[in-house]
């Protein structure tokens, strides 16, 4: 049987059985697919560690008739150091549980794929604030699927942040995360794609309500209290 290589990320990992996992991979090939990784959890099994989320990678897999059976992997990045962090690791599940509402089955997806990788390294350096990674991820995302609103519904906006949100917007994936803001543009950000993550999004993330208990990013009402929105 043909082994088919997709590129992709661990969206979700749950036990099947006693030694199985059903994965959720984000694929660039295929977009969101079903995989079941039989006998992973026996011990020694080399491929368990490539079953977790996060893990981002080639995946060989065979196609089922409703899913495909993983055969093996090459992990580019487990993105360990996110485990370590809580502030980011709850983030970056964030990021997954998005990317799992919008992407669909038998569908390329690789600007989405792009974007989850981008955000991932984003989390890891120093230079960003966890806040701006957020607004820039969930600004981009919405955009990437056609529902981002255009900027002159919202009023008198500064111009770095009608400036940084044109940079989101018409940026690549891999080359969104180019530029840093002061704290009166992060502001401003935050309740944007905090406004567009309302009014877009119709479904509860489990992971951010988490998210918001444990990071000082709730929701900022600055636009919301000038009326502009």
């Not at 080399?46 to 977790?52: W, Y």
């Not at 989320?53 to 008739?65: C, D, I, L, R, S």
């Not at 479904?203 to 990013?217: P, Q, R, W």
């Amino acid at each position: 049987m043909e082994v088919l290589k997709l590129h992709g990320v661990v969206l979700k990992s749950a036990d099947h059985s006693e030694f199985d996992r059903r994965l959720t991979v984000l694929t660039a090939e295929r977009g969101k697919i079903t995989v079941f990784a039989r006998s992973v959890k026996r011990p020694g099994n080399r491929l368990m560690a490539s079953t977790e989320p996060f893990a981002f990678g080639t995946f060989g897999v065979t196609e089922g008739k409703t899913a495909y059976n993983l055969r093996e992997t090459e992990i580019d990045n487990y993105f360990e150091e996110i485990r370590s962090d809580l502030d980011a690791f709850y983030l970056g599940s964030y990021f997954l549980e998005f990317a799992d509402y919008y992407s669909r089955e038998n569908v390329e997806d690789l600007p989405l794929l792009s974007l989850i990788y981008s955000s991932l390294l984003a989390l890891l350096r120093d230079d960003f604030n966890n806040s701006l990674v957020r607004s820039v991820f969930e600004i981009k995302i919405i955009s990437v699927e056609g529902e981002l609103p255009p900027p002159e519904g919202f009023g008198t906006l500064l111009p770095g942040t009608l400036h940084a949100l044109n940079h989101i917007k018409d940026s690549p994936c891999s080359r969104v995360f180019t530029f840093n803001v002061n704290d009166e543009i992060l502001s401003e950000l935050t309740a944007l794609s905090s406004y567009f993550v309302r009014n877009t999004v119709h479904k509860e993330f489990s992971s951010l309500k988490i998210l918001n208990a444990v990071t000082a990013h709730p929701p900022v009402s600055l636009l919301l209290s000038r009326g502009e929105v």
